[in-house]
């Protein structure tokens, strides 16, 4: 059975840090990867998107994928209290199947 | 329309009867998928459609449950004698390109059965 797995947390860093959430995946055939964040009562919204092997940058945010060691990670930098959610780790596998989600991490930013 | 439209927002519903919920997709997208969250846990993938590819029902908990997509746009997700763990909120999103690049997620419907 695909599985992806998280640590649930939560994870807990002081406003300014860097947040480091993990994520692995058991299809080894998995082509796409995906961080999502989910405030709590709200739908989860796509905030990162990785293909290849390496670093992907957005702005505070940097995902890294390792397809030989089947690890994705998402690095939150300079974290903000507004970064305080439940981050979700999606992986599809061949093309036209739908993601798979972890159960998220949650993370808490304190000021 | 300009994001994924989900309806009703709230439904409370008493145990053994049917329920509907409502997705409209982002227009344009072609694949449009339902999941379910329950209460602390992860999302439950439940069902996919793409184009007019016969859908993807793998995820479906049972055969209570069922789901169609008119036209290629609005779905609507059926479930018959609800139960007391059907109690979730139920996510539709949609993507384009068979979903590759993500997909965007409706405000979901929070569904309770008494």
């Known amino acids: 059975q695909k599985e992806v797995e998280q640590n649930s947390g939560p994870l807990s860093v002081p406003e300014g840090a860097i947040a480091s959430l993990n994520c692995t995946y058991s299809?080894?055939?998995?082509?796409?990867f995906f961080w999502y964040r989910q405030y709590s009562g709200k739908s989860p919204e796509l905030i990162m998107s990785i293909y290849s092997n390496g670093d992907k940058e957005d702005g505070r945010f940097t995902a890294q994928l390792n397809k030989a060691s089947q690890y994705v990670s998402l690095l939150i930098r300079d974290s903000q209290p507004s970064d305080s959610a439940t981050y979700l780790c999606a992986v599809t596998g061949k093309r036209g199947t739908a993601l798979i989600f972890g159960k998220g991490t949650t993370l808490s930013v304190s000021s | 329309g300009a994001g994924v439209s989900q309806s009703p927002s709230n439904k409370v519903t008493e145990k053994g009867k049917d329920v509907e919920l409502r997705c409209d997709p982002i227009s344009g997208h072609t694949a449009l998928y339902w999941y379910r969250q329950s209460l602390g846990q992860g999302l439950e993938f439940l069902i996919y459609?793409?184009?007019?590819?016969?859908?993807?029902k793998s995820g479906l908990p049972s055969d209570r449950f069922s789901a169609e997509r008119t036209g290629g746009s609005v779905s609507t997700l059926t479930i018959q004698r609800t139960q007391q763990e059907d109690s979730a909120v139920y996510l539709c999103?949609?993507?384009?390109?068979?979903?590759?690049?993500?997909?965007?997620f409706g405000s979901g419907t929070r569904l309770t059965v008494v």
């Open positions: 299809d080894r055939g998995s082509q796409s």
């Open positions: 459609f793409q184009g007019n590819s016969a859908p993807d």
């Open positions: 999103a949609s993507g384009d390109n068979l979903g590759l690049y993500g997909y965007t």
